[in-house]
């Protein structure tokens, strides 16, 4: 039997007497303290083990034996065993394999990172240039880190001027940024014989008292002809190499009394001009024979430099705010990073043009200048000039260049600096 009695707040149980019991409660509590004692081994003094805290609600008073590791005194904590068998005989985890895969993974994490971050950065995809316009084909290589080079000109039928027909590499091969790709250009359809449409129909013909062409040395010489501007709307361009600035579209001036169109007097000069050269037996190309052509600045200074040229001349006349500006002038690329390995020769050659130009036109002479921020004269790997033979946005000059006898007059002057410039030693 059970008796109860009260001691600071807590009802204690103490055992009298087992004997005679037939309490339910009284039974689990037995069965529980014999466990306790088994698990043990150590018998335990009833007065210590019986306890209950007092529970609100709680009827029943019936004792219960806590099994808890906590309940047992200090001495017994030595000598407890868990009843748990699995627990004690789990096998140690072998790190092994997974300490493998974590090396793995990171391996192959560290090539990933190697390749998202290292060879893009050398690498790139070439882009799809064919059926671009020159232009937009240029900016899309160099936007893709190419340089485009225009290596050759093709006719078609089919396709019309200044679109791209091929490309080297092709597109979607992995290539090394900074490496070139070779474009191929139409020039649409062949020419039919006699000029095309918007071109004076001057036939360049040398005036009968020309000296005798000089056969020699010369002979060996390439000259690049660039008639300044084009029919067709010009677009933005990189002034330089290095892309240090954008430079707006130049679609050429225009008579300020005649009407006269840039594009078209500066292409009449320049077959003037190629006429002459060839009679001195050296070797001539031409950026253009047509006016309807999208050829940027960039290309044109490519043509240049892909011919080796030995002289690129770029013809263009003056534009001036001042309509009273009149005259020849002569540019030469201003010094920097690109143009340093041409430049004193490009300065030289502009020096005896001009003085060569003055003497032929008889106008005011404007002197040999620097042309700065001009990118017909930064993206050139050949020394380079660009005279300007006279002031649209004068009336006077203006009356001059729409006369074919004047215009001979630049084109001699020009072919006398040149050949100066050549035979100088
Ligand atoms: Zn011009």
Redesign the pocket.
Known sequence: MMSSSRIGGINVLRKKDTQGSDSAGQVEAERGLEAAQTDTGVPVPADELEFDDHLPGKTDNAPFRRRDFFDLSPEDVTVHKTSDPVLARRKPVDLKPALGVLCFLLIVGAIIAGIVLIWPSSKARVPNLVGKSLSNAMETARENGFIPTVTGWGYSEKISDGVVISQRPESKKVAKKGSGIALEVSKGPRPETGAAPGVPATIATAPSNQENASVGPLSSKIVTIDP??QALPASQEWSDPGMSKRIAP?N??RGVATGNA?CLV?LDIALKLKNLLEKDGINVVMTRETSTIDLPEVVRADIANNASSDLYVRI??G?SEDPSKTGVDTLYPAKNKWTEPFYEKSKEAALFIQEELVNSCGIEDLGAMNGYDMPGLNWSRVPVVEP?AGFLTNTKDDNLLAGDQFRWKVAWGLRNGILKYFNSP
């Open positions: 300044g501007h130049d050429g001036g840039e500066t263009h006349c534009n300007q």
